[in-house]
C-alpha cells in the first residue's frame, strides 16, 4: 500500500511538472505573441499619408512684381519665357534654372557636344550640377539639397501673385509619416511656354510634359531630373 501511494504522488509530481513546463511555454509564446501585436500598432502609428500645405493669402500688392508670371527684374522668369524648354525653380533663394533640352539658337551659343555647369543658388541654397547635350535632346540636372531646402511660405507669399501662390503650394502636396508637419522641399519644374508648375516632391517619378519626357531619381543627398526631347511619333 506504502509503495503504491508513493508511486502516485511521483505521478502527480510529474504531471504537475509538465503542466507547469506546459504553462511556461504558453505564457512565453503568449509573450512573444503580445510583442509582435506591439510591434504590428507601432507600425500602425507610423503609417503614411499624404500631406497638403493650407492655402495661404499673397502679400504682394502689385501682381506686375510676381517673380512667376510678372516682370519682376530679379525672377529671371521674363527671360526664361521666350524658350521652349523647361526649367527648375529654387523657390527660397528664387533661382531659375534651365535644363537646355534644345538647341536655343537664340543666343548663339555652341550647341554641339556636351556642356557641364555647376551652380550654387546662394547661401543654404540648393546646389544645381548640369549636364546638357541640345544636339540630342537630353538634358540632366543633379539638386544637392541646402540646409536651407524646405519651402519657405513666408518668403513665398511676398514674391507670388495669389494664383501663382495657389499653383506652388498645390505642387507642395508630400508623402510621409502620420501626423508629422509637411516638409516640402523648396523645388519645382516649370514649363516656361505655359507656365505650369509640377512637384519635385520624392513621390513622383516622371512626366510628359509638351514634347517632353522627364524623369526624377532620389539620390542620397538630393535628387536627379533627367529631360529628354520625346515627341509623340506619327
Ligand atoms: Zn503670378
Known amino acids: 500500500m506504502q509503495k503504491g501511494k508513493y508511486y502516485r ?12 513546463a506546459a504553462l511556461l511555454l504558453f505564457f512565453t509564446a503568449f509573450g512573444k505573441m503580445k510583442d509582435t501585436a506591439d510591434m504590428l500598432q507601432q507600425e500602425e502609428f507610423t503609417s503614411m499619408e499624404y500631406k497638403e500645405l493650407p492655402a495661404v493669402q499673397s502679400e504682394l500688392s502689385d501682381s506686375e512684381g510676381c517673380y512667376l508670371c510678372g516682370t519682376a527684374k530679379e525672377s529671371l522668369m521674363g527671360y526664361f519665357r521666350q524658350f521652349d524648354d523647361l526649367g527648375i525653380i529654387s523657390v527660397n533663394q528664387w533661382y531659375v534654372l534651365d535644363f537646355g533640352i534644345l538647341p536655343h ?28 547635350t541640345p544636339s540630342r ?10 540646409e536651407d531646402s524646405i519651402l519657405d511660405v513666408e518668403k513665398a507669399k511676398t514674391i507670388l501673385c495669389q494664383d501663382c501662390l495657389d499653383k506652388l503650394l498645390a505642387v507642395m502636396e508630400t508623402y510621409g509619416p502620420e501626423g508629422e508637419e509637411p516638409k516640402p522641399r523648396d523645388l519645382c519644374l516649370v514649363d516656361f511656354q505655359t507656365l505650369e508648375l509640377y512637384s519635385l516632391q520624392e513621390q513622383h517619378a516622371s512626366y510628359y510634359i509638351r514634347d517632353y519626357y522627364v524623369r526624377l531619381d532620389q539620390t542620397e543627398d538630393g535628387m536627379e531630373v533627367e529631360a529628354v526631347y520625346a515627341p509623340v511619333r506619327d
Request: hydrophobic share 30%; no cysteine.
Open 105 to 132: 539658337e537664340e543666343d548663339g551659343a555652341d550647341t554641339s557636344g556636351t556642356r557641364t555647369a555647376m551652380t550654387g543658388t546662394g547661401e543654404g541654397g540648393d546646389f544645381f550640377s548640369s549636364t546638357q
Open 9 to 20: 504522488m511521483r505521478k502527480e509530481l510529474v504531471w504537475g511538472a509538465g503542466i507547469l
Open 137 to 146: 535632346g537630353i538634358s540632366t540636372v543633379k539638386v544637392s539639397y541646402g
